[in-house]
């Protein structure tokens, strides 16, 4: 027998219990004719006392030993109410060595010492760590949520193939060669998108599936190369209704994970989100929206700034507050930059700027009026083209939140992005992309629009974000052959084209397709942000580096000659 209990759980109410236990260890002290050990087992860590007469010579205890000890559960003189087994110990008589181990690399405790490429070589080291063996427990429990909830609202999980062909989702695939088809080669799929699609046409009524989707991206920092997405489809549905639903899952899981209750989501327009943020992915727990000030400028005839194309600023309420005169000088510096400009209304109710020659007194006091800003508020101002001035004071705004501490991780707002672009003119090919994928509804009243002005064309496409991050994205799908071709056609694919790589899709579209909609939610992006937005890696067991690189099993790797050639590689 390995153990009677496990480390989490011997308690007071079990003193004088003969007890047996595994586990590693994780710290040894010496107190000359004692040991004092914590083992440590995946439910916690209790404390042996060891004589060392009970030891047996030649017989070394090391960390992360695998010991097995029988003994007594005992009082402690010096408790610790930290852990749930603080208060006892166990008096040791008998103990045994399962199992050596090597130094480890790096310290297996709450705290590491350990860099990520340390631990993502020895990732079960790093597992044996509570901060990881915990974000997978949460991980867990939010999978098997997902599960219970869709499941209780009519949702079927239906798996999909992994191996199909390569499809236009706005990522390279992954390819893998045939052995048995010469020449020809499989794609992972990036999203089970055409399935879930077909499944509708199948006549499901609701799918989902927990699903890896693989897509051979750049990797960066918070991006994997493959990846889990909650999928999920439903027919005969409109915008609203998918929004409707999904936003009540999303309240459900954070109370069952966390039991937080969000508010209802707000929904902005894309065009709204990027006039108020600059940006189609907002951090919305801080306001801070863009103000428009072409007409304040011209009115008011500041040179300089009037004959600019878009002059737009954002008022930080009470920043005086928050960080004394120095450190504020010190972050002014760091986000200078030519077409900005910053005003700071001192508690003394003196006026400072930023050193630009246009800015004098009165126009000081024209943008405090029309702000309303008071003692202790900070302006921003950015001017120049339309787009770049959007982009650029987006970006200065979460560095202020940044600075200002604006960016409370146990605050959530959630918000949807809804009637983003249909395409988007791509310089490099020379042709309209999708924003979403080409599976995407245009809005009826644009679809005059193909023609004449492409970009223009909103799509009933929605995504949503949470404390800026993009959780999950969707669309109302096409579900009228003609206008599937009409985009293909549009996405610059020739007849042939469409018919060698969606013929089998559009030959569905023959057979009665009910209107249908979706959305993939990021599993690993939800998990995270979840629990506050630090690392994705940390909340996936096996995660593959920056690079796309699995650092542990050290791949990807180069292929025998033997296995090239059954794959017809020469
Ligand atoms: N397949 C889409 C994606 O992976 C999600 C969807 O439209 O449902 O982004």
Redesign the pocket.
Same mark, same amino acid.
Request: proline share 4%; hydrophobic share 10%; with cysteine.
């Given at each position: 027998m390995y153990r009677t209990h496990n480390c989490g759980e011997l308690s007071l109410k079990d003193i004088e219990k003969k007890v047996i236990l595994s586990g590693w260890i994780q710290k040894i002290r010496n107190l000359g004719s004692l040991f004092f050990i914590d083992i440590r087992d995946y439910f916690g860590i209790t404390q042996l006392i060891v004589s060392k007469k009970s030891v047996k010579e030649n017989f070394s205890l090391e960390k992360e030993f695998l010991i097995k000890v029988e003994g007594k559960v005992v009082e402690r003189l010096s408790k610790n109410y930290n852990i749930p087994t603080g208060e006892i110990e166990i008096l040791v008589f008998h103990i045994d060595l399962l199992n050596s181990s090597l130094f480890p690399p790096f310290t297996i405790e709450n705290k590491t010492d350990g860099n990520e490429e340390m631990r993502m070589i020895y990732r079960y080291l790093d597992i044996r760590r509570n901060p990881i063996k915990n974000n997978l427990i949460i991980r867990h429990n939010l999978v098997l949520e997902t599960r219970n909830f869709l499941s209780k609202n009519g949702f079927l999980e239906i798996e999909t193939p992994v191996l199909i062909n390569d499809t236009p989702? !706005?990522a390279r695939s992954f390819v893998v060669p045939s052995r048995t088809h010469p020449n020809k080669f499989y794609a992972l799929a990036? =999203?089970?998108?055409l399935f879930?699609q077909l499944l509708m046409i199948g006549g499901i009524d609701k799918y989902f599936q927990i699903v890896k989707?693989f897509r051979d991206e750049d990797s960066r920092s918070d991006r994997q190369i493959e990846f889990t997405?909650i999928?999920?489809?439903m027919s005969f549905v409109e915008e609203h209704d998918v929004l409707v639903f999904f936003e009540y899952f999303i309240k459900h899981i954070f109370k069952k994970i966390k039991n937080i209750q969000l508010d209802s989501f707000p929904r902005i327009s894309y065009s709204d989100a990027i006039k108020m943020y600059g940006t189609d992915s907002p951090d919305i727990r801080f306001s801070m929206s863009f103000v428009e000030l072409n007409d304040l400028v011209k009115i008011k005839n500041i040179s300089l700034l009037k004959e600019q194309e878009f002059v737009i600023g954002i008022k930080i309420k009470k920043c005086h507050d928050i960080h004394n005169n120095d450190k504020i000088n010190c972050f002014l510096k760091t986000i200078e930059n030519k077409n900005f400009f910053w005003i700071r209304y001192l508690h003394n109710q003196t006026l400072l700027s930023s050193n630009q020659n246009f800015l004098n007194e009165k126009i000081l006091k024209i943008f405090v009026k029309y702000f309303k800003a008071l003692p202790g508020d900070l302006l921003f101002f950015s001017y120049g083209k339309k787009i770049k001035t959007r982009k650029e004071l987006g970006k200065i705004r979460l560095k202020i939140a940044d600075f200002f501490n604006l960016k409370d991780p146990k605050i959530f707002k959630p918000l949807w992005i809804t009637d983003l672009p249909l395409l988007k003119w791509e310089e490099r090919s020379k042709k309209y992309k999708s924003v979403?994928?080409p599976?995407?509804s245009p809005k009826e009243e644009d679809i005059h629009l193909l023609e004449k002005c492409p970009k223009n064309i909103r799509s009933k =496409?929605y995504d949503l974000i949470i404390n800026g991050v993009e959780i !999950? =994205? &969707? =669309?109302i799908?096409i579900h009228n052959k003609n206008i599937q071709n009409l985009i293909f056609k549009h996405l610059g694919f020739s007849k042939r084209e469409i018919e060698s790589r969606f013929g089998f899709f559009i030959k569905a579209f023959e057979y009665g397709v009910p209107p249908h &909609? &979706?959305?993939?939610f990021g599993l690993d992006r939800l998990v995270n942000i979840l629990e506050g937005n630090k690392n994705i890696k940390n909340f996936i067991a096996f995660p593959k580096n920056n690079y796309g690189k699995d650092l542990m099993i050290n791949a990807p790797s180069l292929l025998e000659k033997e296995k090239l050639k059954e794959l017809h590689f020469r």
């Open positions: 989702e !706005g990036q =999203s089970p998108q879930k989707c997405q999928d999920c489809e979403h994928h599976f995407t =496409s !999950g =994205s &969707g =669309s799908r &909609g &979706g959305i993939a």
